[in-house]
């Protein structure tokens, strides 16, 4: 995938796109994620604080493409319900709520804070190219290696050169992870606006009870996913992920039970308890490590792909006032 990009451009009938996204994290993550977007061309960046931040609330509100939702116990009231116990549930009622009511673009994306669009070309031509009976797109994700914050590998596709693959790339877990992934494999949609009846998911939308109508693939554009920046980062989200996260017990393994396959929660709860941490950093390095023999690996593949979001540039040019 090129690395090129171009500047979006700026008329009066220019198609908007935007993305929504429901946040729990640093400030800088957060201005990181909203930086790059604004780069990028996004008209509107809807930025659900999941927990009130005065602070970052208005480092976010000084830029003229954000729109910021606190989240408190009064949004919840309008939206006629407490507060969801579960932030899968929380992310997507915000989604839903900025498509129907504040969405103030064509083309509108859920994504996570941790996660980067990164298109080969304009984000907004590429959009603007879709028929008009495509009303939802799929993005697929690349996934992040523990290193520079450059280097992504992508999905050993599906197809019979999968288990070799897999094998190749990681022996030792690699069967029990879904195409070298740690996090999803399914990707994030756009939604086209104006749609009535429409609800948006963590993966999907829905019109009514039509699921993804009118789908396509993005395939010009990749989601940048960040789910692992270094060890320490991992281990420290490790327990929440395990319990309500992306390792949590109700996700089904990458292959059958019965072929002994096992959930992410099955196999990491596994380590941890004959292994300890040792076990886990060696899941991990595996896994996850940004080596110069995992990059040459992952090139022999058509895997690796090279991608320097530049985000504390990024960050300092759209928040001056808050480097």
């Not at 939702?69 to 407490?82: E, P, S, T, Y």
């Not at 939308?205 to 989601?223: I, K, Q, S, T, Y």
């Not at 941890?272 to 060696?282: T, V």
Request: glycine residues 8%; charged residues 30%; proline residues 6%.
């Amino acid at each position: 995938m090129s690395t090129s990009r171009s500047t979006a451009m700026r008329g009066p009938n220019r198609l908007r796109w935007g993305v929504v996204a429901t946040v729990k994290a640093p400030c800088e993550q957060v201005l990181n994620f909203a930086a790059h977007h604004a780069e990028l061309g996004a008209h509107r960046i809807h930025i659900c604080l999941d927990v009130p931040d005065a602070d970052l609330a208005e480092a976010l509100r000084a830029h003229p493409k954000l729109r910021v939702l606190v989240c408190d116990a009064a949004h919840w009231r309008k939206l006629g319900m407490r507060r969801p116990v579960k932030h899968q549930v929380r992310q997507t009622m915000n989604a839903t709520h900025m498509y129907n009511h504040r969405a103030q673009v064509d083309w509108l994306a859920h994504i996570d804070v941790d996660e980067f669009l990164w298109p080969e070309t304009d984000m907004a031509d590429i959009l603007g190219r879709l028929r008009d009976d495509v009303f939802c797109a799929r993005v697929r994700p690349i996934e992040s290696l523990a290193g520079d914050g450059h280097g992504f590998k992508g999905l050993v596709p599906p197809g019979p050169e999968r288990k070799k693959i897999v094998e190749r790339l990681y022996p030792r877990y690699g069967h029990h992870v879904r195409g070298g992934f740690l996090s999803h494999v399914a990707g994030k949609i756009f939604a086209r606006t104006g749609q009535p009846d429409v609800t948006l998911r963590i993966h999907n939308m829905f019109r009514g009870d039509d699921v993804n109508p009118g789908a396509v693939e993005l395939d010009r554009v990749a989601l940048c996913h960040r789910h692992v920046t270094d060890w320490p980062d991992w281990i420290a989200a490790y327990r929440y992920r395990l319990e309500k996260g992306s390792y949590r017990a109700d996700l089904p393994p990458a292959r059958p039970r019965e072929r002994g396959g096992l959930s992410l929660h099955d196999l990491l709860s596994r380590i941890e308890s004959e292994q300890g941490e040792p076990g886990l950093r060696a899941f991990f390095d595996e896994l996850c490590a940004d080596t110069p023999s995992r990059r040459a690996a992952l090139r022999e593949e058509g895997l690796l792909r090279i991608c320097d979001l530049d985000l504390a540039a990024k960050r300092r040019k759209h928040f001056p006032d808050f480097v």
